[in-house]
């Protein structure tokens, strides 16, 4: 039996992984568990019906990502009934965002497909013993964490108010939002995942769960039909190939965008001296930023072949060109890796949430067709079944007998936070806790001026981007969690101080 090390974004999912360790599972077996308990523990921040990515690159073999992305959804559904259902609403949560709620906001589900793929190809322990720890979590009750707390605060109504069962338990008898820390009991979900355990994901996409989710879509409006929940499928992809230093990283490929512009930085930044960072180093961190999160706004949001554009990219930034130009926004992640040499990278996510809980699921289901900043094709996003744009980039990273496996949440900060993380463990050699803790930069693109962000102790450059420093630390900046293992070393793992996370070692 081999032994793990975890980085995922609570404790109680760390515990998870250890659980399913103790019962000899192995880096698979323990991500899947812990991402499963994080996606249903985490409201408002994530949820099953959403998206997923997950990296695998096992000992002497080749990596895989699964693709487990939400899709288009509308199979048999005639064009008058595309683009119906969705409510717009604002909330004042990251500074003011608009999305799309409701029935029409919802796209095909594809996570719970992704896992089972998973862990059918690589895993060792059982389905039900990686189901047992959600589902003892969501039938005694957990925590409701602070990162959700604070997300809710601005959500809590507006979307979240959409179901009886989902608003009952986040908000007290008089309508105000639980404490952090309270205990949250949320009606039917135990018995949902506890069915799933028993019979499968086909529940979800072919059985009765599969067909409450499609018809409460339909009666409101939505597009989600039977249809696209029985024909959806997990798909094995080749994850796109980065080196930096002496290190290979695989990390999630086209169609998502996560991936392609995180290689692209990484290119444009491998070769950075000294190995420390200067005013020097980071004016160049911030023009690799500054262009790949350019060309992906420019060129791979709206490409109607994201693959060509994001080889496009990469090229640019192997051959040096990239740069040429400038010289003159819910996420949970769980790492995992193990002594046989596998590691194992998930994230996933469910978008703002639709508000949306189909009735006896205990589901909330997501509004990715809604993340107008992210998908901005809008309701009608494109031919049906084809997947929805994704800045996740669950990655795994080998050199000369060590294996790392990493990943953020964070929006589009997914790609910035992982590119500072990488140079500064894999490039200038910083113990793994201080290279996820360093203060960070990012550009942001989102809005109508480009501005640069940071972290305070940055000695930075001089720019003409208007810049925002942060008083302290903060979850703006993403989560990284990473999780080593070295043939001389052994095992380590580390979470982000800009979040709540968890870590766990469990050695036989």
């Known amino acids: 039996m081999a032994n ?27 991500a899947l568990s812990a991402a499963l308990l994080t996606m249903n523990t985490e409201p408002g921040v994530c949820a099953l019906a959403g998206s997923a990515f997950i990296t695998v690159w096992p000992e002497s073999r080749d990596p895989v990502t699964i693709d487990g992305n939400v899709a288009v959804p509308g199979a048999g559904l005639a064009a008058a009934e595309h683009g119906r259902g969705a409510v717009n609403v604002s909330i004042n ?7 799309l709620i409701g029935p029409g906001s919802v796209s095909i589900p594809g996570s719970l ?6 862990w059918k190809k690589y895993g060792a322990a059982s389905w039900e013993s990686i189901f047992a720890p959600v589902i003892r979590a969501t039938r005694e009750g957990f925590a409701l964490s602070a990162a959700c707390h604070y997300y809710l605060g601005y959500s809590g109504n507006c979307i979240f108010g959409r179901s009886d069962d989902g608003y009952s338990a986040l908000h007290h008898a008089d309508g105000s939002l639980r404490d952090a820390g309270s205990t949250i009991l949320i009606p039917h979900l135990a018995d949902s995942l506890e069915a799933i355990s028993k019979e499968g994901a086909r529940l979800f996409y072919e059985g009765e769960l599969g067909a409450r989710i499609s018809d409460h879509c339909r009666a409101g409006g939505g597009m989600l039909t039977r249809e696209d929940l029985a024909t959806y499928r997990a798909i094995e992809r080749q994850p796109l190939l980065a080196t930096i230093g002496d290190w290979s990283i695989a990390t999630n490929p086209a169609p998502a965008v996560g991936g ?13 001296q000294p190995h420390v960072w200067t005013r020097t180093t980071l004016e160049r961190l911030i023009q690799t930023q500054r262009a790949c999160l350019d060309f992906r706004v420019q060129r791979l949001d709206l490409a109607e ?19 040429s130009r400038w010289t003159s926004a819910s996420t949970v992640h769980t790492s995992v890796v193990d002594s046989s040499g596998t590691g194992c990278a998930i994230t996933a996510s469910s978008g703002y949430g639709s508000g949306e809980m189909p009735l006896g699921t205990g589901l909330w289901l997501n509004n990715c067709l809604g993340e107008i900043e992210l998908n901005r094709r809008g309701l009608d996003a494109g031919p049906i079944g084809s997947r929805l744009p994704s800045n996740m980039a669950p990655s795994v990273a080998r050199s000369n007998g060590s294996v790392l496996a990493v990943g953020s949440p964070g929006a589009d900060r997914i790609t910035t936070a992982l590119q500072q993380f990488l140079i500064n463990y894999l490039l200038f050699d910083m113990p793994l806790e201080d290279a996820i803790a360093h203060p960070r930069i990012h550009v942001d693109t989102s809005g109508g001026t480009v501005k640069l962000m940071a972290e305070p102790g940055l000695d930075l450059p001089d720019t003409d981007l208007p810049v925002t420093v942060f008083r302290d630390l903060t979850m703006y900046f993403g989560g990284v969690g990473a999780a080593v293992y070295d043939k001389v070393s052994g095992l380590a793992s580390a979470a982000d101080p800009r979040r709540e996370g968890g870590t766990c070692i469990y050695e036989h």
């Open 305 to 323: 072949d994201v693959g060509a554009e994001a080889g496009r990219l990469i090229e640019l930034a192997r051959s040096g060109q990239l740069l």
């Open 4 to 30: 793990v090390a975890v980085a995922t974004t609570s404790q109680l999912a760390a515990e998870a992984a250890r659980e399913v360790a103790a019962a000899g599972g192995n880096a698979v077996d323990c």
């Open 93 to 99: 949560y990251g500074g003011g965002i608009e999305t």
């Open 113 to 118: 497909a992704a896992i089972e793929y998973a």
């Open 260 to 272: 392609a512009v995180l290689s692209a930085m990484l290119m444009s930044c491998s070769e950075l």
